[in-house]
């Protein structure tokens, strides 16, 4: 499956962005990122068809994974942004239709979008 990222961006600390990920198929779906020397880490998870979410402890409240299954796109909607929040974001696809915080737990992986918070 190809997975295509999109919507990051430059915000100043306090903004808000929306990060989208187009997955054709039926698939659990999450969101990672990855800031510059650091290991890639889990940030939301959403299951098929989406009555479940995980979260990172670190973006809970902030942070709201939604899929919208007719456009086959998962959303990451990403409100009061601070500046530890920069990094690469990756979408990734599940095979399995359960939440997942891990990255072994997903099969495919798409090209990561850039989110930067300035201060």
């Known amino acids: 499956v190809q997975l295509q990222a999109s919507g990051g961006g430059l915000v100043q600390a306090g903004g808000s962005l929306r990060l989208s990920c187009a997955a054709s198929?039926?698939?659990?779906m999450g969101w990672f990122r990855q800031a510059p020397g650091k290991e890639r880490e889990f940030v939301a998870s959403i299951s098929w068809p989406g009555r479940s979410t995980d979260y990172a402890r670190s973006v809970k409240g902030r942070f709201t994974i939604s899929r919208d299954n007719t456009k086959n796109t998962a959303y990451l909607q990403m409100n009061s942004l601070k500046p530890e929040d920069t990094a690469v974001y990756y979408c990734?696809?599940?095979?399995?239709?359960?939440?997942?915080?891990?990255?072994?737990?997903?099969?495919?992986w798409g090209q990561g979008t850039q989110v930067t918070v300035s201060s």
């Open positions: 198929g039926h698939y659990g």
């Open positions: 990734a696809a599940s095979n399995w239709y359960t939440v997942g915080n891990t990255r072994s737990h997903y099969n495919h």
